[in-house]
């Protein structure tokens, strides 16, 4: 879950894990966009590949925070209200 | 009142008077703070230089943050790894730095416990009293 950017973010963590982790790394994080709003959004990945996802997180450009993580969509809106 | 503070420079040169100082190159600093080191001494680097970096240069920032980690190790320096957020935006959660100081090779619980020793002895011998 992140902050501050549109859809794209998605795109640059995708870019940022693949330069550090590689494709195969990347794929089975499984990556996939559930909610956006106007500064946050909602992807979910693989509990496995929490690793490299927090870390490309930290190092994308633009800059973005991981403000929440949670097993379940309807626990996270309960929590950050998107 | 008390006021806890810590003299920060980015100045090798200005070692004496600092409690920390900032890095942005190690490898370069590395023969000058050899030479000027003072055991206690917090020695940060930042992370938002990293974001521009492409996948060669970061791979190397992480190499070069192993081995300032070691090298603090060694001369009973402290290890900081820090956001340098300018905007809230830049700020990192906790989650995050516990990713990435494993990736560099550091384990974490260890690495707060030592940061919170660190801060708490350095601060403890910095107050202003008013």
Known sequence: MHKGLDTDALNSI???????FGQMTLEKASMRLM???TDVIVFRCRLGQIHPIL????LADPPMIAIDMSGSIARLKIRIDV | MNFPYLSVSDKVDSLQS????????FRKAKASLKK???AGL???????????????ELSKWFAELLEAHIFCESSGCQFILSSGA?????????RSFDEILTEVGIDYHKHWRDMDRWLSRTLAKKVIMK
């Not at chain 2, 600092?18 to 190159?25: E, Y």
């Open chain 2, 18 to 25: 600092a409690d920390l100082i900032t890095i942005s190159n």
């Open chain 2, 36 to 38: 000027k080191l003072k």
């Open chain 1, 55 to 58: 870390v490309s997180i930290a």
């Open chain 1, 14 to 20: 995708s870019r940022r894990c693949k330069e550090l």
């Open chain 1, 35 to 37: 909610r956006s709003h």
């Open chain 2, 42 to 56: 917090g020695i940060e680097f930042l992370l938002h230089p990293a974001r521009k970096m492409n996948a060669e």
């Open chain 2, 86 to 94: 300018r905007w809230p935006i830049e700020m990192i959660s906790g």
